[in-house]
């Protein structure tokens, strides 16, 4: 499975996400079978992004999107059923606020 670091900039306030170490040679987010294969994954670890660029105030989006890809919305909350993959029998239960 590749390894993604989850980045936030606290001077623009954007997040992204970063394929460090990807399984195969040219592996990433386009074409990575280890991310699309519907199971449950580890959160990713999370890395204040001092000194490096963001990709879309910084690098003003001429980035490798297989690579890199910007975090729009993190989504929290927990799966009650028999298991934590998608193809398992559950309810996904997202946390809101209102």
């Known amino acids: 499975m590749c390894k993604i670091v989850h980045y936030k900039d606290f001077h623009c306030g954007h997040r ?21 294969d519907g199971r449950a994954k580890p959160y990713p670890q999370k890395v204040v ?8 105030c910084d690098l003003k989006g001429q980035y490798d999107r ?17 298991g934590p993959n998608e193809q398992d029998w559950g309810r996904d239960i997202t ?4």
């Open 49 to 56: 992004a001092q000194g490096h660029l963001c990709p879309t």
């Open 95 to 98: 946390c809101v606020i209102l």
């Open 16 to 36: 992204w996400a970063v394929i460090t170490l990807s399984c195969y040679p040219g592996f990433g987010f386009d074409n990575c079978p280890s991310l699309f």
């Open 66 to 82: 297989n690579y890199t890809r910007m975090v729009e919305k993190n989504k929290h909350g927990f799966r009650w059923g028999l």
